[in-house]
């Protein structure tokens, strides 16, 4: 089972981001995938979810209406959306995969988001 997140890095306030996460070695279209993340000095937090099908997502207060998640379930790929980005999103961002009987669940090793001047 791997998870494979990219598209982090280094960005100026009010710009944007667009993250993945490749799965592969589970049954992909069978699991929930949710975006957590974790700042210096922080718990790790969920930042937002999607449903196995895609059709239900929920956020954060903190990123509601400037992230958006998504997934193709033919690339086995959940993205992460991230607009209007600001310093105090600055984290370590994890992705998630868990069936959807609660059984299993995968973590990738996460990507490094900077929002600075």
């Known amino acids: 089972v791997q998870l494979v997140e990219s598209g982090g890095g280094l960005v100026q306030p009010g710009g944007s981001l667009r993250l993945s996460c490749a799965a592969s070695g589970f049954t992909f279209s069978r699991y929930v995938m949710r975006w957590y993340r974790q700042a210096p000095g922080k718990e790790r937090e969920l930042v937002a979810g999607i449903s196995s099908t895609g059709g239900t997502t929920n956020y954060a207060d903190s990123v509601k209406g400037r992230f958006t998640i998504s997934r193709d379930n033919a690339k086995n790929t959940v993205y992460l959306q991230m607009n209007s980005l600001k310093p105090e999103d600055t984290a370590v961002y994890y992705c998630?995969?868990?069936?959807?009987?609660?059984?299993?669940?995968?973590w990738g090793r996460g990507t490094q988001v900077t929002v600075s001047s």
């Open positions: 998630n995969a868990e069936d959807i009987y609660g059984v299993y669940n995968y």
